[in-house]
Protein backbone atom coordinates (compact mmCIF):
# COMPACT_ATOMS: atom_id res chain seq x y z
CA UNK A 1 0.00 0.00 0.00
CA UNK A 2 2.69 2.09 0.94
CA UNK A 3 4.51 1.74 -2.50
CA UNK A 4 1.17 1.96 -4.23
CA UNK A 5 0.77 5.65 -2.59
CA UNK A 6 4.73 6.10 -3.06
CA UNK A 7 4.21 5.87 -6.97
CA UNK A 8 0.97 8.12 -6.67
CA UNK A 9 3.08 10.99 -5.16
CA UNK A 10 5.76 10.09 -8.09
CA UNK A 11 3.18 10.36 -10.82
CA UNK A 12 1.34 14.04 -9.17
CA UNK A 13 5.04 15.44 -8.79
CA UNK A 14 6.11 14.91 -12.40
CA UNK A 15 2.62 15.96 -13.78
CA UNK A 16 3.08 19.10 -11.75
CA UNK A 17 7.06 19.58 -12.69
CA UNK A 18 6.58 18.51 -16.25
CA UNK A 19 10.32 20.30 -17.59
CA UNK A 20 12.15 19.03 -14.73
CA UNK A 21 11.28 14.96 -15.60
CA UNK A 22 11.65 15.99 -19.19
CA UNK A 23 15.42 17.10 -18.42
CA UNK A 24 16.05 14.48 -15.76
CA UNK A 25 15.02 11.95 -18.24
CA UNK A 26 16.18 13.11 -21.02
CA UNK A 27 19.25 14.44 -21.05
CA UNK A 28 21.26 10.76 -20.28
CA UNK A 29 20.01 9.31 -23.57
CA UNK A 30 22.58 11.65 -25.59
CA UNK A 31 25.08 12.82 -23.28
CA UNK A 32 26.89 9.69 -23.83
CA UNK A 33 27.43 11.14 -27.00
CA UNK A 34 29.10 14.31 -26.31
CA UNK A 35 32.78 14.26 -26.84
CA UNK A 36 34.17 16.41 -24.06
CA UNK A 37 37.82 16.01 -24.42
CA UNK A 38 37.46 16.91 -28.31
CA UNK A 39 38.61 20.48 -27.84
CA UNK A 40 36.79 22.66 -31.07
CA UNK A 41 36.15 25.96 -29.46
CA UNK A 42 36.54 29.17 -29.30
CA UNK A 43 37.63 28.39 -33.03
CA UNK A 44 41.39 28.37 -33.61
CA UNK A 45 42.04 28.36 -29.84
CA UNK A 46 40.28 25.13 -29.09
CA UNK A 47 40.36 25.24 -25.70
CA UNK A 48 37.13 23.20 -24.86
CA UNK A 49 34.52 21.27 -26.33
CA UNK A 50 31.21 22.69 -27.73
CA UNK A 51 28.86 21.47 -29.96
CA UNK A 52 25.44 22.62 -30.27
CA UNK A 53 24.08 20.46 -32.60
CA UNK A 54 24.45 17.66 -29.96
CA UNK A 55 22.40 18.35 -27.37
CA UNK A 56 18.64 18.10 -27.46
CA UNK A 57 15.78 20.44 -26.13
CA UNK A 58 15.18 21.48 -23.26
CA UNK A 59 18.82 22.11 -22.89
CA UNK A 60 19.90 22.91 -26.36
CA UNK A 61 17.71 26.13 -26.28
CA UNK A 62 19.15 27.15 -22.29
CA UNK A 63 22.98 26.51 -23.77
CA UNK A 64 22.05 28.64 -26.95
CA UNK A 65 20.96 31.45 -24.99
CA UNK A 66 24.04 31.04 -22.36
CA UNK A 67 26.30 31.35 -25.05
CA UNK A 68 24.44 33.99 -27.03
CA UNK A 69 25.29 35.81 -23.81
CA UNK A 70 28.85 35.26 -24.71
CA UNK A 71 28.83 36.13 -28.66
CA UNK A 72 27.57 39.56 -27.77
CA UNK A 73 30.51 39.99 -25.69
CA UNK A 74 32.16 39.17 -28.17
CA UNK A 75 30.88 41.64 -30.58
CA UNK A 76 30.42 44.91 -28.67
CA UNK A 77 34.36 44.24 -28.11
CA UNK A 78 34.99 44.22 -31.91
CA UNK A 79 32.45 47.05 -32.13
CA UNK A 80 34.75 49.36 -29.56
CA UNK A 81 37.90 48.42 -31.35
CA UNK A 82 36.51 49.70 -34.25
CA UNK A 83 35.30 52.88 -32.26
CA UNK A 84 38.78 52.91 -30.90
CA UNK A 85 40.37 53.47 -34.46
CA UNK A 86 37.31 55.90 -35.21
CA UNK A 87 38.18 58.07 -32.11
CA UNK A 88 41.98 57.79 -32.85
CA UNK A 89 41.92 58.62 -36.35
CA UNK A 90 39.53 62.15 -35.15
CA UNK A 91 42.29 63.26 -33.06
CA UNK A 92 41.59 61.16 -29.73
CA UNK A 93 44.54 59.86 -27.90
CA UNK A 94 45.65 56.39 -29.23
CA UNK A 95 45.65 54.78 -25.45
CA UNK A 96 41.82 54.12 -26.44
CA UNK A 97 43.17 51.67 -28.62
CA UNK A 98 45.50 49.58 -26.11
CA UNK A 99 42.86 50.15 -23.35
CA UNK A 100 40.22 48.32 -26.06
CA UNK A 101 42.62 45.41 -26.84
CA UNK A 102 42.68 44.96 -23.20
CA UNK A 103 39.08 45.07 -22.95
CA UNK A 104 38.86 42.67 -25.22
CA UNK A 105 41.05 40.03 -23.51
CA UNK A 106 39.65 40.61 -20.06
CA UNK A 107 35.92 41.08 -20.66
CA UNK A 108 36.00 37.87 -23.16
CA UNK A 109 37.84 35.58 -20.73
CA UNK A 110 35.43 36.10 -17.93
CA UNK A 111 32.00 36.03 -20.11
CA UNK A 112 33.94 33.16 -21.66
CA UNK A 113 34.38 31.09 -18.08
CA UNK A 114 30.86 32.21 -17.22
CA UNK A 115 29.23 30.84 -20.71
CA UNK A 116 30.75 27.35 -20.00
CA UNK A 117 29.93 27.11 -16.28
CA UNK A 118 26.79 27.54 -17.71
CA UNK A 119 27.02 25.21 -20.25
CA UNK A 120 28.88 22.52 -18.65
CA UNK A 121 25.93 22.78 -15.66
CA UNK A 122 23.24 22.26 -17.74
CA UNK A 123 24.43 19.29 -19.72
CA UNK A 124 26.54 17.59 -16.93
CA UNK A 125 27.31 19.42 -13.51
CA UNK A 126 24.46 20.36 -12.13
CA UNK A 127 26.90 21.73 -9.56
CA UNK A 128 27.96 24.20 -11.93
CA UNK A 129 24.87 26.34 -12.20
CA UNK A 130 24.39 27.94 -8.81
CA UNK A 131 28.41 29.24 -9.78
CA UNK A 132 26.83 30.30 -13.33
CA UNK A 133 24.41 31.75 -11.65
CA UNK A 134 26.33 34.04 -9.27
CA UNK A 135 29.08 35.08 -12.05
CA UNK A 136 26.22 35.94 -14.62
CA UNK A 137 24.40 38.13 -12.08
CA UNK A 138 27.97 40.12 -11.75
CA UNK A 139 29.08 40.04 -15.24
CA UNK A 140 24.99 41.32 -15.79
CA UNK A 141 25.37 44.20 -13.49
CA UNK A 142 29.19 44.64 -14.63
CA UNK A 143 27.62 45.31 -18.37
CA UNK A 144 24.98 47.58 -17.23
CA UNK A 145 27.69 49.75 -15.37
CA UNK A 146 29.55 49.46 -18.74
CA UNK A 147 27.00 50.72 -20.97
CA UNK A 148 26.67 54.29 -19.13
CA UNK A 149 30.39 55.02 -18.06
CA UNK A 150 33.01 56.93 -20.10
CA UNK A 151 36.40 55.82 -18.98
CA UNK A 152 39.55 53.76 -20.22
CA UNK A 153 38.36 52.71 -23.62
CA UNK A 154 34.81 52.18 -22.22
CA UNK A 155 32.00 53.95 -24.62
CA UNK A 156 29.00 54.08 -22.60
CA UNK A 157 26.01 56.69 -23.13
CA UNK A 158 27.86 59.35 -21.54
CA UNK A 159 30.71 58.33 -24.01
CA UNK A 160 28.19 58.79 -26.94
CA UNK A 161 26.89 61.71 -25.44
CA UNK A 162 30.17 63.13 -25.47
CA UNK A 163 30.84 62.09 -29.18
CA UNK A 164 28.11 63.43 -30.26
CA UNK A 165 28.34 66.64 -28.88
CA UNK A 166 32.03 67.11 -30.36
CA UNK A 167 30.47 66.42 -33.44
CA UNK A 168 31.92 63.23 -34.52
CA UNK A 169 28.40 61.23 -35.03
CA UNK A 170 30.20 57.80 -36.05
CA UNK A 171 31.87 57.32 -32.80
CA UNK A 172 28.55 58.40 -31.26
CA UNK A 173 26.43 55.53 -33.05
CA UNK A 174 28.91 53.44 -32.72
CA UNK A 175 28.92 54.03 -28.74
CA UNK A 176 25.29 53.62 -28.77
CA UNK A 177 25.27 50.44 -30.45
CA UNK A 178 28.03 49.11 -28.19
CA UNK A 179 25.44 50.58 -25.12
CA UNK A 180 22.87 48.95 -26.35
CA UNK A 181 24.06 45.32 -26.74
CA UNK A 182 25.79 45.65 -23.00
CA UNK A 183 21.57 46.04 -21.98
CA UNK A 184 20.89 43.32 -24.25
CA UNK A 185 23.77 41.28 -22.91
CA UNK A 186 22.73 41.64 -18.90
CA UNK A 187 18.84 41.57 -19.70
CA UNK A 188 19.52 38.36 -21.44
CA UNK A 189 21.89 36.99 -18.71
CA UNK A 190 19.16 37.84 -15.78
CA UNK A 191 16.60 35.80 -17.86
CA UNK A 192 19.15 32.61 -18.07
CA UNK A 193 19.49 33.03 -14.49
CA UNK A 194 15.97 32.79 -14.07
CA UNK A 195 15.41 30.32 -16.39
CA UNK A 196 18.03 27.94 -15.45
CA UNK A 197 16.01 26.51 -12.03
CA UNK A 198 15.32 23.44 -13.64
CA UNK A 199 18.31 22.39 -14.09
CA UNK A 200 20.11 22.49 -10.83
Known amino acids: MNNLALEVVKEQTAAIFPVEKQIKNGRDAWLA ?9 PPLLNVVHFKLSELENPHRNMVQKIHFCFVLIFLISIINFINSIVQTISGY ?11 FI ?10 YKGYRGVCAESSSVRIYRILQVIVSLLWIALATVDTHGING ?3 MKRMLDDGYVLSGVLSLIESALYIVSSLLGIYCVVKISPFE
Open 93 to 103: SALLIIYSILN
Open 157 to 159: FMR
Open 33 to 41: NVKWEEYNY
Open 106 to 115: IFNIFAFYVF
